[in-house]
């Protein structure tokens, strides 16, 4: 029960902290992406357009911090529910729902817009989060099978 807890607990954090990010000016929000983008081409001498590396980072970021949800999630509901198959869609419902909703919520913030292609990259973090969470499922059963 605790565990179970603690994995939803987790699950808010993450979703506060995407919503937080995506509560960010688009002047804010930008600037933080093209001072990474910057940062890098400087560091490593990069013959790179800055503004292109920026688009780059901010898709990964998209993937990343949904891959992050996506895991958390996948726990939470591979504790809540007694399928695996049922948390695994559970998990790409609500990832993709939540992803709608934060882009719909980008539409108040000042110069911010929703995505599809955003959503999109949002749902693909979900899906690589299932996969890995699951080929890593596999495997410690696998290993507990062979004990």
Known sequence: MVKKIISWIIVIIIGITIF???S???DSSGGMSN???AFIVETLNLNINVLTLEEVIRSLAHIGEYFIFGIALLNAWSITVDKYFA???LTC????FFAITDEIHQ?????RSGSAIDVLKDVLGILL???VF???RKRKQDRHEKI
Do not use: N
């Open 35 to 37: 001072a990474i983008a």
């Open 134 to 136: 699951t080929k890593i």
């Open 24 to 26: 960010q000016t688009g």
């Open 107 to 111: 539409l108040s913030v000042d110069g």
């Open 20 to 22: 937080g990010f995506s």
């Open 93 to 96: 419902e609500v990832g993709a």
């Open 87 to 89: 948390a695994q869609l």
């Open 129 to 131: 989060a299932i996969i």
